[in-house]
């Protein structure tokens, strides 16, 4: 048996993560890279029974990292986190609020604040717009998607 297999077991409080569960193709833009559209690959799946949802995500074109996220909760504080770590070796923690059908990854650091809302349009589709400010300035469109859910 391994060492704590007790924990491997679902945790009731990720329930609302449970519509990202599947494989899904990505297509979007950013605007610093004008005229281009991106196309990739993102996957939710559950992580040691659904303890965790892990998120891995790739982008066919060069100017979007590859990379890997771990969501867990807080019950205590009824609250959703994030760790996320990319290809180019960049680690970033995010607060996670889930209300109906909106979920929304924010993160407030001085240098580099960014926050992405993903809304679910049904069973298959997920749009994601993202906003950033740097050095506390204006907030500024970011990364864009479209997910179509292509496995569940």
């Not at 060492?3 to 494989?23: H, M, R, S």
Request: avoid cysteine; charge should be negative.
């Amino acid at each position: 048996m391994p060492i704590g297999a007790e924990a491997l077991k679902p945790n009731p409080a990720l329930k609302p993560f449970a519509a990202l569960v599947g494989t899904w193709k990505t297509t979007g833009t950013h605007p610093m890279v004008p005229g281009t559209t991106f196309h990739g690959r993102t996957s939710f799946d559950w992580h040691e029974s659904g303890a965790f949802l892990i998120m891995h995500s790739e982008i066919d074109e060069k100017e979007i990292p590859s990379g890997v996220a771990i969501i867990g909760s807080d019950d205590n504080a009824g609250t959703f986190h994030m760790i996320y770590f990319d290809e180019r070796g960049v680690s970033r923690r995010y607060d996670i609020t889930m209300d109906g059908e909106v979920m929304t990854w924010r993160r407030d650091d001085p240098k580099l604040a960014q926050q992405m809302t993903y809304t679910l349009e049904g069973d298959d589709r997920i749009v994601l717009k993202g906003r950033m400010s740097e050095k506390g300035g204006e907030w500024k469109d970011d990364l864009s998607l479209t997910y179509t859910r292509i496995k569940t």
